[in-house]
Nanobody
Framework: QEKLVESGGGPVQAGGSLILSCTDS????????MGWFRHAPGKEREFVSS???????LYDVSVKVRFTIARDNAKSTMFLQMNSLKPEDTGIYYC?????????????????WGQGTQVTVSS
C-alpha cells in the first residue's frame, strides 16, 4: 500500500527554521500534485502549501514569504522549508497527495494523507 511518511518536525524557538520531508512509497509520485496542511489545537485543519507535478506552487498567505515547498521526483520526496517560525505555526503538519497533477488548496482535493509530524514553536 502506498504510504506518505513525514519527518523533520520538532521543537524550535520563534524565529528559527525547520525542514519537513514527506516520502512517498508509491511508484507514481512524480505524476501528482502534493501538499502540506497543518492542524493546530482548537483550530480546523488548514492549508499551508501545495506543489504540482512540475513544480508550480501555491501558498497560504500566512506562510507565503516564510515557507518554501519543493519536490524531488527522483526521490519521491517533498519538502517544506520553514523559516522565521512563529508560535502560531505550531501544529501537526500533514503531507497529502492528490490523484491529479496540479496543486490545490482544498483538503478534499487530496486522496492520501500521512500520519503527521509535530511542529512546536516556542516564544
Amino acid at each position: 500500500q502506498e504510504k506518505l511518511v513525514e519527518s523533520g518536525g520538532g521543537p524550535v524557538q520563534a524565529g528559527g527554521s525547520l525542514i519537513l520531508s514527506c516520502t512517498d512509497s508509491g511508484l507514481t509520485f512524480s505524476n501528482y500534485g502534493m501538499g502540506w496542511f497543518r492542524h493546530a489545537p482548537g483550530k480546523e485543519r488548514e492549508f499551508v502549501s501545495s506543489i504540482s507535478w512540475n513544480g508550480e506552487t501555491l501558498y497560504d498567505v500566512s506562510v507565503k514569504v516564510r515557507f518554501t515547498i519543493a519536490r524531488d521526483n527522483a526521490k519521491s520526496t517533498m519538502f517544506l522549508q520553514m523559516n522565521s517560525l512563529k508560535p502560531e505555526d505550531t501544529g501537526i503538519y500533514y503531507c497529502a497527495g492528490r490523484s491529479a497533477p496540479w496543486a490545490a488548496s482544498g483538503a478534499g482535493d487530496y486522496t492520501r494523507w500521512g500520519q503527521g509530524t509535530q511542529v512546536t514553536v516556542s516564544s
